[in-house]
């Protein structure tokens, strides 16, 4: 978590519950069912600075691989951008999806950027990377739909 | 032999529960492992080897998360052993550099940290170097950048033996460091000093003075995973070393082919064991089954398979 928040000095589990109203809207967004284990609750990290105040957002995503399942964390600013992604375990036999060169060129990305991950997703023939694009899409949505509006 | 007088530990756990907080997250996992094993000479056998319910429960202030609680309960061997593995609760430091915890919890000794062999088919040598994976006590433990360290204060009685106070008394340790890009290496060091009791199939009870250093590995690349832990030292006055090691390699989407072995050489005695099979993984079961072969043990040759099932619910 640090390695994306150098500055941060702790950090507060947050669990929130997806609804089947949210459910339905987040899975019409992002063209795909989410995955079992997924489909009713949300988690994420707030990571925090001095006097607890907000310094961003952890998310620790997964989406399965051809091999299992493809885990990876990436940082949120303030703004819903991401300013950090890295892979933390995954089996796939093709690995390109560890490369900088991949993993960077979501830096700078927000949940606006929805449509742009869909046409990546639709376009990628590797598992690997698919599942990192895939695993983005949920989340960056998911993130949008529920922390926009905990309540509704 | 099954641990009594849990209740006041449930009672406390159950108020700290339901104490008011700012926040708070948790998780609830429920388990199930039947097994069916076959031997020559033996009838067939089937078990319900374990059901378990673990709860993890966090709290936290204004910073971040500050205090857990966790509760695995298990009832094993046909629902015949009933106990809790892990009861305890833990105050993190900012973001976990340092973490307190009293009760009873995994050792800070080997593989264990970041790795159980109890649902699996083929058992880490943790029954031969501590005599058990848990114990009650006090432990210190942590995380700074890559490093990461542990070191406990516990009874020495492990989950299995009859309550004592205060108990033969082990000291546990270890520091160990992760390196690559994703955390593909993870290399420890360990120790264990003091007395504790044999491993929980022993009877009657007796303790046994422990002097262990360890070395521990963890390697993930590609589709493998290799897991290695070698320990040496003395047992009861006489000297004890012991290897394990054990490679997972996912050869198709939902086939993992699974190999282990061990040696425990003591007294002048090695007894080596074996296993090869294979983790099938539909959506809703892991399915696992292999061969074990025990050189000294009685059968040598055994079969196996395993229906595992495991719900988690975060809340």
Redesign the interface.
């Known amino acids: 978590m640090t390695r994306i928040f150098p500055a941060a000095r702790d950090y507060r589990t947050v669990t929130m519950p997806i609804g089947a109203a949210r459910r339905a809207a987040i899975e019409k967004a992002i063209g795909f069912p989410l995955l079992p284990g997924q489909r009713e609750q949300f988690q994420y990290f707030t990571m925090t600075g001095e006097a607890g105040r907000p310094i961003g957002t952890i998310i620790a995503a997964t989406q399965k691989g051809q091999y299992g399942a493809v885990e990876f964390v990436f940082g949120l600013d303030g703004a819903g951008a991401i300013v950090g992604i890295y892979v933390q375990r995954a089996r796939e036999r093709d690995q390109t999806f560890k490369e900088r060169s991949f993993l960077d060129q979501f830096l700078g990305m927000k949940a606006a950027d929805a449509g742009r991950l869909r046409k990546m997703l639709g376009a990628e023939g590797n598992r690997g990377r698919a599942a990192v694009i895939a695993g983005l899409l949920k989340e960056l949505t998911t993130f949008r739909e529920l922390a926009s509006n905990p309540a509704g | 032999m099954k641990t009594a007088g849990w209740s006041r530990s449930a009672v406390l756990f159950g108020w700290l529960a339901l104490a008011p907080t700012a926040?708070a997250?948790?998780v609830l996992v429920l388990e199930g492992d039947v097994r069916g094993t076959a031997a020559r000479g033996r009838p067939a056998d089937v078990e319900v080897h374990a059901l378990a319910a673990g709860l993890r429960h966090?709290f936290?202030?204004?910073?971040?998360?500050r205090i857990t609680l966790y509760a695995l309960a298990e009832a094993r061997a046909d629902l015949d052993e009933r106990m809790f593995h892990e009861l305890y609760v833990r105050y993190k430091g900012?973001?976990g550099a340092w973490n307190a915890t009293a009760g009873r919890f995994r050792l800070p000794f080997g593989l264990l940290p970041g790795f159980t062999s109890e649902r699996l088919l083929f058992s880490t040598v943790e029954e031969h170097t501590l005599g058990f994976d848990a114990d009650d006590g006090l432990l210190v433990s942590g995380q700074s950048?890559d490093w990461e360290y542990g070191l406990a204060a516990t009874q020495g009685l492990g989950p299995h033996r009859t309550p004592d106070w205060p108990g033969p008394g082990l000291l546990t340790g270890r520091l160990a460091l992760t390196r690559g890009?994703?955390?593909e290496a993870n290399f420890g060091l360990s120790f264990a000093a003091g007395r504790s009791r044999m491993g929980h199939d022993m009877a009657p009870e007796r303790d046994v003075s422990r002097r262990l250093a360890a070395v521990d590995a963890t390697l993930?690349q590609?589709?493998?995973?290799v897991r290695l832990e070698t320990a040496a030292g003395s047992l009861g006055g006489h000297a004890l070393a012991t290897l394990y090691a054990g490679l997972d390699v996912?050869v198709?989407?939902r086939w993992e082919v699974n190999a282990a072995g061990s040696l425990v050489h003591r007294e002048g005695r090695g007894d080596e064991a074996l296993f090869l099979g294979l983790s099938f993984?539909p959506?809703w079961l892991t399915i696992r089954g292999g061969y074990h072969y025990a050189h000294t043990g009685t059968p040598h040759h055994g079969l196996a398979l395993q229906l595992h099932r495991l719900f988690?619910?975060?809340?």
């Open positions: 926040f997250a948790g966090t936290a202030d204004r910073t971040g998360d900012p973001l950048g890009e994703s955390g993930y590609g589709q493998a995973t996912a198709r989407p993984r959506s988690s619910l975060p809340y």
